[in-house]
């Protein structure tokens, strides 16, 4: 019996992938963010909330992945962004081959920020880089404190957590200050906002720190007015 | 159910390391899985067995090393008392602390039965 020495990270050919993904955004100066969150925190209603502050002023385009249906990219759609749908099956994330097949049919010269909604879901999409420059995790105050505790892999690996829903924090018990802190417990880095896409409040604040993150990317677009 | 499509990854990377060796039969496949990861154990044995079908991994052990999760404070050093409910800010000083090991998900190495062995 031969044995052979391998020392490979099992996720290597997802890599590979994601660097290729990388290095083509970083060619366009785009921000790419991987947005996160378990399924009904208010990812896509973050989306179009952060899409009608940013259209007119930048090039956007949305890359949606869902288990089924199309529901959500026309939600994007009729905000008059470009979409483009992953439908995944049976598959609970998104990896980079998948997005790297949806940017062959949907070409993304010249954006300044796309944006991927992943597959609803705060385990397995953890695992797998996209190739994205930000991750940016949201949580709602309706699923209770300990979101980010029973899901550390998750929040740690997040750049941006997001508190959604912090209208609804009273009502479902939560005080959002114990929210957070289970945040900076698993993720002390982590840039951290609190919103409600319902009532707007905070939203002004994760957008202008959008908007620097964009402008400081680079080539920001002709679009701009 | 992220755990089928780690096995078969596993299982490629072994088949590759396999084909160079001009092998066609994995005896052992030896992975180290950290603790803070997202992948749980008993669902990638799981996951194995159903992903090795028809593969030259057809009749291969998994045999999985557990890693623990370690921390270090750039500042005091390595955290030795016990983590507190996933608190990742050192108790000593405030700083963020690191994580040292954890987070593998690695092929380490694989077991080849030789032509003579298959006879």
Same mark, same amino acid.
């Given at each position: 019996m031969d044995r052979v020495s391998v020392q490979t990270n099992a996720l290597k050919a997802n890599q590979e992938i994601a660097t290729e993904n990388r290095r083509l955004f970083a060619g366009e100066g785009t921000v790419v963010i991987n947005l996160m969150s378990a399924p009904g925190a208010g990812k896509t209603t973050l989306l179009e909330a952060t899409i009608r502050e940013l259209r007119g002023r930048y090039r956007l385009a949305v890359i949606e992945g869902d288990l089924q249906t199309a529901l959500d990219s026309r939600r994007i759609q009729a905000l008059g962004t470009r979409c483009h749908q992953i439908t995944t099956g049976t598959v609970c994330h998104l990896d980079a081959r998948m997005v790297a097949r949806a940017l062959a049919e949907f070409p993304v010269?010249? +954006?300044?920020?796309?944006?991927?909604?992943?597959?609803?879901?705060?385990?397995?999409?953890?695992?797998?880089?996209l190739g994205e420059s930000l991750r940016v995790v949201i949580c709602s105050a309706a699923e209770g404190v300990e979101k980010p505790k029973k899901y550390p892999v998750m929040f740690h690996k997040a750049d941006v957590v +997001?508190?959604?829903k912090t209208d609804l924090a009273t009502a479902s018990g939560v005080d959002? /200050?114990?929210?957070?802190?289970?945040? /900076?417990?698993?993720?002390?880095?982590?840039?951290?906002?609190?919103?409600?896409?319902?009532?707007?409040a905070g939203l002004d604040v994760w957008v202008a720190w959008l908007r620097d993150v964009i402008e400081s990317c680079g080539t920001v677009a002709s679009a701009r007015t | 159910m992220h755990e089928l499509s780690i096995a078969q =990854?596993?299982?490629?990377?072994?088949?590759?390391?396999?084909?160079?060796? =001009?092998?066609?039969?994995?005896?052992?496949?030896?992975? %180290? #899985?950290?603790?803070?990861?997202?992948? @749980? %154990?008993?669902?990638?044995?799981?996951?194995?067995?159903v992903a090795r079908r028809d593969t030259l991994a057809?009749?291969? %052990?998994?045999?999985?090393?557990? @890693?623990?999760?370690?921390l270090r404070c750039v500042v005091c050093g390595p955290v030795t008392d016990p983590v507190r409910? #996933?608190?990742?800010?050192?108790?000593?000083?405030? #700083?963020?602390?690191?994580? @040292? =090991?954890?987070?593998? #998900?690695? @092929?380490?190495?694989?077991?080849?039965? =030789?032509?003579?062995?298959?006879?």
């Open positions: 010269h010249g +954006l300044d920020l796309i944006v991927i909604e992943n597959v609803g879901n705060l385990i397995c999409p953890a695992s797998y880089d +997001l508190l959604n959002l /200050r114990d929210l957070e802190t289970n945040v /900076r417990e698993v993720n002390p880095k982590a840039t951290v906002f609190a919103v409600s896409c319902k009532t707007g | =990854s596993i299982i490629e990377i072994a088949e590759a390391e396999a084909r160079k060796e =001009s092998s066609r039969c994995i005896q052992t496949i030896k992975i %180290r #899985l950290g603790e803070f990861t997202t992948v @749980v %154990r008993e669902a990638l044995e799981f996951a194995f067995e057809e009749t291969a %052990r998994l045999e999985i090393e557990s @890693v623990p999760m370690l409910e #996933l608190c990742l800010i050192c108790s000593q000083c405030g #700083l963020p602390l690191e994580v @040292v =090991s954890g987070e593998e #998900l690695q @092929v380490e190495y694989i077991e080849l039965k =030789s032509e003579a062995e298959r006879m």
